[in-house]
């Protein structure tokens, strides 16, 4: 085994189209468990917990650039506006786990179950890839093509994740066995774009891959219109139209079952936790601008 | 391969297989045997040591990531005979019952107490949550936090 380890992206990048088969590692959270227990050996790795570009996080407007490299510690430290973002990095494993995990690892292992994973989807972002042969921005849908696979080719570094930032409230929820290391058997995170008047919600550990509900979020939307909330906070919406909300989430979920929970319990967490979101950010919508 | 790394203040060196854990060179190559392993996941936190000062689980790190890097572990807090507040907390608590986890609960509690000197419960939970003890039921864990943040605030070291 090998490891190969570039100080620059440049570097990282000229390492990645000589040797493709060498395994990208960057806080090794997920990858140093398949080394442990035997499950992978690798030809070799590119260390690229060294690349400076990766450990940027950029504010240009309403815009955030937010490094690959970035471990969920310091998106706690440093963001702490991006809310949902925070709140999901907060449930990433436990304290040792967050200084090293990070973002671009969400995304390169690309498990539906990555909690990062379906924030960046509520926040519509754009995946940065970069390879000697230049730079390319794509979807977050683009780029989670399936389970554990991703639209990163051979010669390529994840080297960023950018969104334009909603304004309105967001969240990300949960449901798993313990508060640390838990694999979520269910994730959420809502995000209300006033501007759009949108609610959008994605899903994680219920799919294939990271899935939004299209026809709960057209239908959030739609219950805040009626019922006037999105020009007056105080009106809320109405019990059945919440209850409506979570059904349409779980319709959304495409769970199987496995060790860790059946899909019906999958799809009922799904209704229960995108019930809780609503009610939360309707909440915090009252609330008086700071 | 040859890394060097600063352990406890002292240069080392170890001639590694690649794919070494950070944790395996501690224990195997340098016979620091404070720090525990046991699920080697991540999941048990009793593996707990500094890199660069940032509180990590030394067997999710790969050796060669640590080269040219600082590492602190559970023996650069005390040793028999002068125990780090933290340590003496444990004993006088009734924190440790086997004492396999202890290290690494240490560890932890040192790096919350160094960010936090005065944490409530909450917070020690939740930052103890990557720490797994089968023995104490954790309260009286909770309860050496507290001993040892109130000692380290009255006879700062």
């Known amino acids: 085994m090998k490891v190969y380890r570039p100080s620059s992206l440049g570097e990282a990048l000229d390492v990645r189209a000589a040797h493709p088969e060498a395994v990208p590692i960057a806080g090794g959270t997920d990858l140093m468990v398949e080394l442990n227990f035997g499950r992978r050996r690798p030809e070799a790795f590119v260390d690229i917990s060294r690349l400076p570009e990766l450990g940027v996080i950029r504010r240009e407007g309403d815009t955030v650039s937010l490094g690959a490299g970035v471990p969920y510690a310091r998106i706690i430290r440093e963001l702490p506006d991006q809310v949902a973002l925070v709140q999901a990095a907060r449930t990433v494993g436990s304290p040792q786990i967050r200084t090293r995990g990070t973002v671009g690892g969400n995304l390169g292992t690309g498990s539906p179950a990555g909690d990062a994973l379906p924030v960046l989807a509520a926040y519509d972002a754009r995946i940065v890839l970069a390879s000697?042969?230049?730079?390319?921005?794509?979807?977050?849908?683009?780029?989670?093509?399936?389970?554990?696979?991703?639209?990163?080719?051979?010669?390529?570094?994840?080297?960023?994740?950018?969104?334009?930032?909603?304004?309105?409230?967001?969240?990300?929820?949960?449901?798993?066995?313990?508060?640390?290391?838990?694999?979520?058997?269910?994730?959420?995170?809502?995000?209300?774009?006033?501007?759009?008047?949108?609610?959008?919600?994605?899903?994680?550990?219920?799919?294939?891959?990271?899935?939004?509900?299209?026809?709960?979020?057209?239908?959030?939307?739609?219950?805040?219109?009626?019922?006037?909330?999105w020009a007056n906070p105080e009106a809320g919406v109405p019990e059945a139209a919440l209850a409506r909300f979570g059904e349409l989430v779980a319709a959304a979920a495409k769970p199987i079952d496995d060790v860790r929970g059946t899909a019906a319990y999958r799809r009922h967490a799904c209704g229960v936790l995108a019930r809780r979101a609503l009610t939360w950010a309707l909440a915090d919508r009252r609330l008086p601008a700071s | 391969m040859l890394i060097r790394l600063n352990v406890n203040g002292e240069w080392r060196e170890a001639d590694v297989w690649p794919g070494s854990s950070l944790l395996s060179v501690l224990r195997d190559d340098l016979g620091l045997w404070g720090t525990k392993n046991a699920c080697e996941q991540g999941e048990c936190g009793s593996c707990s040591a500094w890199l660069d000062g940032e509180l990590v689980a030394s067997c999710l790190v790969l050796a060669?990531?640590?080269?040219?890097?600082?590492?602190?572990?559970?023996?650069?807090?005390?040793?028999?005979?002068?125990?780090?507040?933290?340590?003496?907390?444990?004993?006088?608590?009734?924190?440790?019952?086997?004492?396999?986890?202890?290290?690494?609960?240490?560890?932890?509690?040192?790096?919350?107490?160094?960010?936090?000197?005065?944490?409530?419960?909450?917070?020690?939970?939740?930052?103890?949550?990557?720490?797994?003890?089968?023995?104490?039921?954790?309260?009286?864990?909770?309860?050496?936090?507290?001993?040892?943040?109130?000692?380290?605030?009255?006879?700062?070291?």
């Open chain 1, 132 to 229: 000697a042969r230049g730079t390319r921005r794509i979807s977050w849908r683009d780029f989670l093509v399936g389970p554990k696979r991703t639209a990163l080719a051979p010669d390529e570094l994840i080297v960023a994740a950018e969104w334009d930032v909603p304004q309105g409230p967001g969240s990300f929820s949960k449901v798993g066995t313990r508060n640390a290391m838990v694999i979520a058997i269910a994730g959420l995170s809502l995000q209300v774009d006033e501007a759009a008047r949108g609610v959008r919600v994605a899903l994680g550990s219920v799919g294939p891959t990271i899935l939004r509900a299209p026809d709960a979020e057209a239908f959030g939307a739609g219950a805040l219109d009626e019922s006037g909330a």
């Open chain 2, 64 to 157: 060669a990531q640590a080269d040219g890097r600082r590492v602190e572990t559970i023996e650069s807090l005390g040793r028999e005979g002068e125990l780090h507040p933290v340590q003496e907390a444990f004993l006088d608590a009734g924190a440790v019952q086997c004492g396999f986890c202890t290290p690494g609960f240490e560890v932890a509690v040192t790096d919350l107490l160094r960010h936090d000197p005065h944490p409530s419960d909450e917070t020690i939970r939740e930052a103890l949550a990557g720490n797994l003890c089968r023995c104490t039921g954790y309260q009286k864990i909770v309860d050496a936090v507290h001993l040892a943040a109130d000692r380290m605030s009255e006879a700062p070291r």
